[in-house]
Every structure is written in C-alpha cells, then in structure tokens.
C-alpha cells in the first residue's frame, strides 16, 4: 500500500501565487500543466513507455494494442432510454460539433479521435427541463481494439441527466466529449461495471460555458484495467463544475482516474470529491488531480479531494493531487488526499455497541461511500451501485474467513 497525504489552505494560495509550480509526489517540481501537448494527430504522441508522468502509474504492457492506434474492432453498441424531447442520433465524424471541446491529450485519445468512423451525439435542447433522465447503454461483447465517440450537449439554459452504462467486455478507446452551454446545468454519471479481462481507457473533454453547471459523476467497478482521464476547460465566468467519483478496485484490477481542471477565465468554481476502496492481492488504484489556475482567472474558487480505504493486503493506492497557481486574487484554493485503514475508533464503538465485526465493517464501508451515491440522483442507480457493493464486501468476508 502507498500512503500519499498532502494539504494546500486557501491562505498557502497566495503565499504560492507568483512563479508557482505543481508538485508530485515528494515535492518533485513538474513541467506546467499548461505547457503538456493535445493534437488530434496520432503522429504526435509517442508511444508511451511508462516513464512519463502521464503513464508512470499505467500498466502499459497491457495497453500496447490501444497504443497502436489501429482500432478497428467492433466498438461496444449504444441503446438509449430518454423522453422525447431530447435528441440521440448517429452521425459521421465529420459532423462540425465533434471536437469542439478540444483535442486530444495523449496518445490513446488521439487514437480514439482518429479511429472513429460514427459517433453518437445527445442533444439536450434550449430552456429544456424534465425530471426524467438519459439513460445510454453502451455494451460490448468483442474483445478486439475498438474506438468510440459520444458527445453530450447541453443547450443553453436546459436541465438534464444523463446516464453513460458500461457493460460487457471491451478493448476500447473512448471519448466523451461534454459541451455544457451558457446557463445550462448537466448532471452525467458514467458507470464502469466491465466483465473481467475488458480494458477502458476514456478521455473526458469538458467545456463549459457562461454560468453553466455540470456535475460529473464517475463510478468505476469491473474491468482489467480502466483508465479515465477528465479533462474541463471554463470558457466564460460564472460556471460550476463538481467532479464526483467513486470506485471499488478489486484484486487484479488497475483503476486509474484523472483530472485536469482548467481555470482560465475569472470567477469561476471547481471542486472534485473522489473515494475509492480497495481489496485483494494486486489491486491497484490510482487517482491524480490537476489544477491550473492562469493568470487571467482570478476570483477563482477550487477544491480537490481524494480518500481511499484498503480493506485487505496487498492492495495499492496513488493520490496526488496538484494545485498550480499564477496569480493570488483568487477566492480559495485547496487539495487534500488520504489513504488507510478502517477507523479502529469507528469500528470499536460499532462493536461496543453489540454489532459484530463483519456488520460493523460493512456499515463504515456503506457509510464511506453513500454520500456520493446519494448525489446521483437516479434511484435505480444508487440501488444498483450499493448492490454491487454488498457484492464486493461480501469477497472480503469469504477471504477473511478462510
């Protein structure tokens, strides 16, 4: 197990606020965030070789196919349950609302981008409000190296929820391209729930517009290894992105979850929240946060948590988590990570209370991760998401009683 704990204060901003730099872990100074290439172009990314600090966590021995870049498998297939009044169709890559949220950000992305031949596009239309959801499920049954692309469009001044569904097996290089309009408030969860052996790696590409709200919710549980990365840009003030995640990384599996928040207008608001348990020999999860805020944004409010719980040996956690700032009128700013153990003070006034140890633990996990289930708002979801974690703790009480 890994144990990375740092802790940035809203006063350390303006401490740090001229020349600052990022910083890894051990306070190991980093190239700016700024600075790291994007390209739709494959021929611009080199295949990566772990050292970088982009993939230095990553498992690349087993993503060399993706890495390739001939992506040419059957790619997973998307059904879709929504009301009337939004819009999912197919449409071909040279449809002129692809891309426009950026390009890609690393090799594997940039083979998606080039890959792809249709993409399905949601589109939430103007001033549209219903309490029903989006619900897209996207299943695959080849394990051949695919590539994928969805788009999300939430229209000025609309209200939406949106439901991405991950099932089956897959080698997939995905992107999810979210354009989140002025005025508008989106809320997407994606769910990773992959059968052994798949592989995921997605690219995230958020913008936001004015006074725009996203919530984005990231719940990762099968799968070999699932690598999503989230990139958001603010293209005017006024807007709110939360960045929600949990995940429960079991043996075996590389989960890795990154984020890059992107502050370069004013007056804008980032907080992300991750939690993740762990169990079983191999198991391996990795989260690292980016945040840049440039000189131009000032009034900038931001906030990154990470938690993680190991419930067995064997099992590994990274977190860390990165604040660069360049200029000191801002709101606040701040990041804190930690990973252990079971509270034992939790656990003993459980116990003491008559409830025997294996309730007690399932009840600290349940706790540890129901107030991010909770903020999914799709009940079906949340009953689907606890289930299956009921599941997993159910593997640790059958290895820890033999």
Not at 50 to 59: A, I, K, N, Q
Not at 62 to 70: C, D, I, M, Y
Not at 263 to 290: E, F, I, N
Not at 312 to 324: H, I, Q
Request: with cysteine; glycine share 10%; aromatic share 6%.
């Amino acid at each position: 197990m890994t144990a990375t704990t740092e802790n940035l204060t809203t006063d350390h901003s303006r401490a740090v606020a001229d020349g600052a730099h990022s910083h890894g872990r051990g306070g190991t100074p980093e190239a700016s965030r700024a600075d790291r290439k994007s390209s739709f172009a494959l021929a611009d990314f080199v295949v990566p070789t772990g050292r970088e600090e982009d993939w230095r966590f990553s498992p690349v021995d087993r993503l060399q196919r993706l890495f390739a870049g001939a992506l040419t498998g059957a790619g997973p297939v998307v059904t879709a349950e929504k009301d009337t009044a939004v819009t999912v169709e197919r449409v071909g890559r040279d449809d002129a609302r692809l891309g426009v949220t950026g390009a890609p950000g690393d090799r594997v992305a940039a083979a998606a981008w080039e890959s792809f031949g249709e993409a399905t596009v949601v589109t939430v239309p103007r001033g549209h409000v219903d309490g029903r959801h989006t619900y897209l499920a996207v299943n695959g049954d080849s394990a051949d190296p695919a590539a994928e692309h969805l788009l999300v469009v939430a229209e000025e001044l609309s209200e939406s929820l949106v439901v991405l569904d991950h099932s089956g097996t897959a080698e997939l290089a995905q992107t999810v391209e979210v354009d989140v309009r002025d005025g508008a408030h989106l809320t997407l969860v994606s769910i990773q729930d992959w059968e052994e052996g798949a592989v995921h790696l997605a690219a995230h590409r958020i913008r936001m517009g004015r006074d725009a709200h996203l919530r984005h919710i990231v719940v990762t549980l099968g799968g070999d290894v699932v690598r999503v990365t989230t990139d958001a840009a603010f293209t005017a003030p006024g807007a709110d992105v939360e960045l929600l995640g949990l995940y429960f990384t079991d043996a075996g599996q590389h989960q890795e979850h990154r984020l890059f928040v992107d502050h370069a207008v004013p007056s804008c608001k980032s907080r992300a929240t991750y939690k993740g348990a762990l169990q079983g020999d191999g198991a391996h999860s990795v989260w690292v946060g980016d945040v840049l805020i440039r000189k131009e944004a000032e009034g900038t409010d931001t906030y990154e948590l990470n938690r993680n719980l190991v419930l067995t040996e064997g099992a590994r956690a990274d977190s860390v988590p990165n604040l660069e700032i360049e200029t000191g009128e801002i709101e606040g700013a701040g990041h804190a990570s930690a990973t252990g153990r079971f509270d034992d003070e939790q656990l003993f006034y459980l116990r003491s209370r008559g409830i025997p140890e294996a309730d007690a633990r399932r009840l600290v996990v349940r706790g540890f991760f129901a107030e991010l289930i909770n903020q999914i708002g799709v009940p079906l979801v949340q009953e689907r998401l606890m289930a299956a974690i009921e599941a997993e703790l159910d593997k640790t009480m059958e290895a820890a009683a033999r």
